[in-house]
């Protein structure tokens, strides 16, 4: 079993930036991606980023591109969502996400909020 333990959130201005980490422990052997979703207040959650282990590709949701880099520590086993000129709308709970060979993997979430 993996566990993810996300850390990083918070209160910022319209803006601003932050900076999430995720940590992944446990049974980690087969993950091939791991990245971050979000879900708002009443909409459906969503992928904000990705990153593919073997190859180190990277995808994004067209509302962060050049805003938010996704990176990974292999040494750590921990990967990181920098967030840049953060918007009032990229408010929700983040998502930490594993993909372990077919399975989805979810840590608890961690808020941020960006006020105008």
């Known amino acids: 079993q993996v566990q993810l333990v996300e850390s990083g959130g918070g209160s910022v201005q319209a803006g601003g930036s932050l900076r999430l980490s995720c940590a992944a422990s446990?049974?980690?052997?087969?993950?091939?991606?791991m990245g971050w979703y979000r879900q708002a207040p009443g909409k459906q959650r969503e992928m904000v980023a990705l990153i593919t282990l073997g190859t180190g590709a990277t995808d994004y949701a067209d509302s962060v591109k050049g805003r938010f880099t996704i990176s990974r520590d292999y040494a750590k086993n921990t990967h990181y969502l920098q967030m840049n000129s953060l918007k009032p709308e990229d408010t929700g709970v983040y998502y930490c996400?594993?993909?372990?060979?077919?399975?989805?993997?979810w840590g608890q979430g961690t808020q941020v909020t960006v006020s105008s």
């Open positions: 996400y594993a993909r372990k060979f077919s399975t989805d993997n």
């Open positions: 446990g049974s980690t052997f087969g993950i091939n991606t």
